[in-house]
């Protein structure tokens, strides 16, 4: 059973607005995603983190920023948000071995109004 | 460039067998995943290949040839709880995951 937690499940804001994405997973893995995904598209690698202090820009352009302070938490944050921005949010970790599946969280759904 | 290859949407019928195939060209070669991704939900791992061969596990079984760019994922015995979209990852030489789009399988009574 995987222990990794996305909050809000749902969100619904204006534009403008800044917004914070949370994740948090108690399994000790190092290795940590932000995935953008629209209905029956991709996954899109937004940032990702080897560690603490660890932070990389994937191969999608974002307007977002994240954090890894602590192993177990790797925040996103818009400081505007945009109606582009409205997509499903998923966040992932794996452990640092090189076959280490990707465990998911359930998502974040964010609307930008 | 980077690319993985699914078809979009396949239909099959309840307790028969399907095959949904995976085509891919990618820089450096770390391994190729099977992801379940049911409709609003997380994907969920369903197998790992790295070497060329048939990996079974129970009803799904997970096929890999890495001189042809190619794998499969079979399922047998399909449940209607089947109905999902199944998502092709492959690690590439730096150990990131290129995805494809995944297919959509439609299971009918």
Redesign the interface.
Known sequence: EADIYQTPRYLVIGTGKKITLECSQTMGHDKMYWYQQDP??????IHYSYGVNSTEKGDLSSESTVSRIRTEHFPLTLESARPSHTSQY?CASSALT??G???????SRLTVL | GQN?DQPTEMTATEGAIVQINCTYQTSGF??L?W?QQHAG?????LS?N?LDGLEEKGRFSSFLSRSKGYSYLLLKELQMKDSA?Y?CAV?DSN???I????T?LIIKP
């Open positions: 029956g598209m991709e996954l899109h690698l998923l090189d076959t599946e990707l465990f998911f969280g359930e998502g | 993985i770390n391994g995943f992801y939900e997380a994907p969920t791992f790992y790295v979209s998502l690690s150990y990131q995951l995805w494809g789009a995944g959509k």
